[in-house]
């Protein structure tokens, strides 16, 4: 069984930790989950289920260890039949409109390759909330089931 993989895009480490929160959280519910920071794209397709934790970096950008993930994705287009996914995205207000683009983007290909959100994106900023991993857990904890 590949179990849920946690597909994690972090530049300074908050998108990481609150990865790692989640994964604590899935593993003590006895969920089957792996956190992975350089994924390749068989890690998408032999996936049960997805999450998609990630900040925004630069100009609205994904995180350098997802973006050639998220481009081999949109080449390849392999369609994921209703497998569900959750997206968290990680972004500072005060940019304006590149505010939790990665998280946005992740969201939309997913939707594009069929597969079955849980939940919309939960978008976490940075000027209203100082530890990431809070609501990132309470949202994990609300959509485990659909994970399974």
């Known amino acids: 069984m590949a179990g849920v993989k946690i597909l994690v895009g972090s530049v300074y480490g908050n ?4 990865a790692q929160m989640a994964e604590a959280l899935l593993v003590k519910e006895g969920i089957d989950c792996e956190v992975c920071d350089d994924p390749q794209l068989s890690v998408v ?3 049960d289920a997805l999450l998609v934790i990630t ?4 100009q609205g950008d994904i995180p350098p260890n997802l973006e050639m993930l998220f481009l081999d994705l949109k ?9 569900p996914f959750a ?8 940019y304006g409109g590149t505010y939790c683009a990665a998280g946005k983007q992740w969201f939309e290909l997913l939707t594009e390759l069929q597969g079955d959100a849980l939940a919309e994106l939960l978008e976490v900023d940075a ?9 990132v857990v309470e949202f ?5 089931h659909g994970l399974v």
């Not at 900040?55 to 630069?58: P, Q, V, Y």
């Not at 997206?87 to 005060?94: E, I, Q």
Request: aromatic share 4%; net charge negative.
């Open 140 to 144: 994990v904890d609300g959509i485990k």
């Open 45 to 47: 397709t032999d996936a």
């Open 55 to 58: 900040s925004t970096t630069g």
């Open 75 to 83: 080449a390849q287009f392999p369609l994921l039949n209703r497998k």
């Open 127 to 135: 000027m209203e909330c100082f530890e990431p991993e809070k609501p």
């Open 87 to 94: 997206v968290v995205g990680l972004g500072d207000s005060s």
């Open 15 to 18: 998108a990481q930790h609150a």
